[in-house]
């Protein structure tokens, strides 16, 4: 099973919004409702930031949010700051009662 | 609050088999899933498995179904991966990780398994 399509690396300044776009198919993202977003620092372990599509976890800043429409999700941040440099990686449930990642995104802040 | 400490690095040869160990706290066998998840040097994440406590049940992704076996004891508290056949594309940091629902909140340390002759 192929990892779900990530642009490779994304970037934007201080105090703007970027979008980063996860598509699958209609068998993960297109076919429930259950897509999570991670954010990887260099040398540490990811940490979720959204999950079921849209659902922030406890302590995730209110700059991050998510979202889907058919088979390709969502991760927005708005506000851009320096620490929200890191790698993204977006996760589906599949068909196959698996999770699948995708190829991950690097953000620079610049 | 659930907190997963898994087993120090291991240098294993290719064609042999490498076990990870996991230790939980909290309330980690009655949540969802306690899944493996491992990363290759400057790759991204991948997931390999999981198994449902609940259920007693395993569900592993097709590329490491015959390769990877995923036990816990939930007296122990303890949850173990175990590769075989191993190749040097092996090589990786694998995270234990505990599943709320169909997402990842809780990440192990990593466990560093390099393939070398």
């Known amino acids: 099973q192929s990892a779900l399509t990530q642009p490779a690396s994304v970037s934007g300044s201080p105090g703007q919004s970027i979008t980063i776009s996860c598509t699958g198919t209609?068998?993960?993202?297109?076919?429930?409702?259950?897509v999570s977003w991670y954010q990887q620092h260099p040398g540490e372990a990811p940490k979720l930031m959204i999950y079921?599509?849209?659902h922030r976890p406890s302590g995730v800043s209110s700059r991050f949010s998510g979202s889907k429409s058919d088979t390709t999700a969502s991760l927005t941040i708005s506000g851009l700051q320096a620490e929200d440099e890191a790698d993204y990686y977006c996760?589906?449930?599949?068909?196959?009662?698996?999770?699948?990642f995708g190829g991950g995104t690097k953000l620079t802040v610049l | 609050q659930v907190q997963l400490v898994q087993s120090g690095a291991e240098v294993k040869k290719p064609g042999s088999s490498v076990k990870v160990s996991c230790k939980a706290s909290?309330?980690?066998?009655?949540?969802?899933?306690i899944s493996w998840v491992r990363q290759a040097p400057g790759q991204g994440l991948e997931w390999m498995g999981a198994?449902?406590?609940?259920?007693?049940?395993?569900n592993y992704a097709q590329k490491f179904q015959d390769r990877v076996t995923m036990s816990a004891d939930a007296s122990s508290r303890t949850a173990c991966m175990e590769l075989s056949s191993l190749r040097f594309e092996d090589t990786a940091v694998y995270y234990c990780?505990?599943?709320?629902?169909?997402?990842?909140?809780?990440w192990g340390q990593g466990t560093l398994v390099t393939v070398s002759s």
């Open positions: 909290g309330d980690t066998f009655s949540r969802h899933a």
């Open positions: 198994l449902i406590p609940n259920f007693g049940s395993t």
């Open positions: 996760c589906s449930y599949t068909s196959s009662s698996t999770l699948l």
């Open positions: 990780v505990s599943q709320g629902g169909y997402y990842v909140d809780y």
């Open positions: 079921d599509v849209s």
């Open positions: 209609n068998n993960d993202v297109g076919a429930y409702n259950y």
